[in-house]
């Protein structure tokens, strides 16, 4: 026996598994299909975006079918597996996720896939179950109130004095972000927190010089 044959009956076929019926194939792609349909539902309803990705949603799906088919090739021939890392290797992704809420759905998908492709679809199923809870929970619980942000017009250059005045009357807070000057007005940025948005805009507004008030909210994070 050759060094070939030993390596080829130790390794190779060591770790090949039995050949999976069509039955039990489409069962699993099936069951990640579902899984994967419950994901888009719960993306599309807790997502408290602006702007609501589809194409996203509609990945999420699609991501955990192909995770799932790739578990189940992979687990057939250690060869197979072996080239298919190398393949993989060379995928570059050039979509940025900014949103971490993204980054979490989007490995929900993917665990769904590899759970389903090893056959433990009970798992998968209680993982989806405990993720929507836990999500559910946490997106209830209240958090500080964001800053706003008030951009006021001005033509007088030194009325920044009378509107920063007015600002701190009706806020707990007032911080100078920008500050821009021309020959004839004055472009300030202000930070606000706790600030009745329309009674202030509406006595800015009412300023010697004033020619436009904007309030912007904004989902960034929160300082304390």
Partial sequence: ??????????????????????????????????LGIYIFIAYRLLCRKSFYNKNFSISLISTAIITAAIILTVQSNVVISLGMVGALSIVRFRTAIKDPMDLAFLFWAISIGIICGAGLAVIAVALSIIMSVVIL????????????????????????????????????????????????????????????????????????????????????????
């Fill in 137 to 224: 929970v946490f997106n209830a619980i209240p958090v500080a109130k964001t800053p706003v942000l008030v951009l006021v017009t001005t033509e007088e250059v030194k009325g920044e004095r009378a509107v920063l005045g007015t600002v701190t009357r009706y806020c707990k807070s007032a911080n100078v972000k920008s500050r821009t000057y021309t020959a004839s007005q004055l472009d300030l940025v202000i930070e606000v927190r706790g600030a009745d948005e329309s009674e202030l805009a509406g006595a800015v507004s009412e300023l010697e010089g004033v020619t436009s008030v904007s309030v912007i909210a904004h989902d960034g994070e929160v300082t304390f």
């Fill in 1 to 34: 026996m050759t060094l070939k044959d030993i390596f080829k009956n130790s390794f190779l076929e060591g770790y090949a598994q039995n050949e999976l019926s069509p039955t039990a194939i489409a069962a699993c792609l099936i069951i990640s299909l579902v």
